[in-house]
DNA sequence: ATAGCTGCAAATGCTTTGCAAGGCC
DNA sequence: GGCCTTGCAAAGCATTTGCAGCTAT
């Protein structure tokens, strides 16, 4: 009854992650502590499913790219990441949950943290009846100069 | 060598549809003068791919899908549409091409022009070496209240 | 034990492409 | 006539889904 979470190699030494995720109402089960490692383990980040699942697998732990999907969408909702719609062709997952924006290189597909208290956004029109604001995204898009 | 052109039950009356089109480039084909009808004839809108289709068929004009989508990337080409990357799944192109912003309904998938003099953006940092700003895309994102 | 997860492969949805036939200058 | 366009169907990608087997509690 003493040491039963720890048989994993990664870094959740503390069972922190696990911790996180069964708050979230997540089981903490190998993939999901594999996949929270590398997206929170090393501070923000922008990631697709693809780049992930690969680092996943050079890592050493097996993860079908379906369950990353799954996993990224989970986290999603419930509020470790947020999910970013920039480029069309591919979603983006930005471990960053607190308000901020991006800078988005449109010929590199590079996407850049912009500090959320940075940018201040004024003369916002009302939103149409019967809605409220969620929130709002602002992308500065970049060309080479 | 009179009535030339004039065989089409489209409103491009005076051909300034033919000429725009002709001015950008691109042949005044049938279904480019259909599309561009459809797209230019009534104030700002945001369509898809599969919605621009439909309406197409539906007035009568054969058009395939391929061509729609091909139609709208010639069209975004030479500054006659905005394509927008909102919602991921779906591309939206913007009869509006100057500078405004949208809000989005996150439920219903609407997008709502907001005047381009509304909103004003402050505190932008400098962008990264070597880059400079293409331009700025503020999306207000909306929920039922 | 059992509700929840995962993996695989098949399916889906939007978009692009190859290529032969047709249309505009 | 010659080059640009179009249409069709097939191919391509990212993402989702169905379902049998596995796992955390």
Do not use: C, W
Request: cysteine-free.
């Amino acid at each position: 009854m003493t040491d039963t979470v720890v048989e994993h190699k990664d870094e959740d030494a503390g069972g922190e992650l696990s911790e996180r995720l069964r708050q979230a109402g997540l089981r903490p089960t190998r993939q999901r502590l594999a996949l929270a490692t590398l997206l929170f383990g090393s501070g923000d980040r922008h990631v697709s499913a693809e780049v992930l699942h690969s680092e996943a697998l050079t890592a050493g732990e097996h993860v079908s790219l379906a369950t990353v999907y799954n996993t990224l969408h989970q986290f999603t909702e419930v509020g470790l990441l947020r999910e970013l719609a920039i480029d069309g062709a591919k979603a983006y997952f930005d471990t960053n949950t607190s308000n901020h924006n991006h800078f988005f290189h449109e010929q590199d597909g590079e996407l850049i943290d912009i500090p959320g208290n940075s940018i201040r956004v004024d003369g916002l029109p009302q939103p149409p009846e019967g809605t409220r604001i969620s929130h709002i995204d602002v992308v500065v898009r970049l060309v080479k100069a």
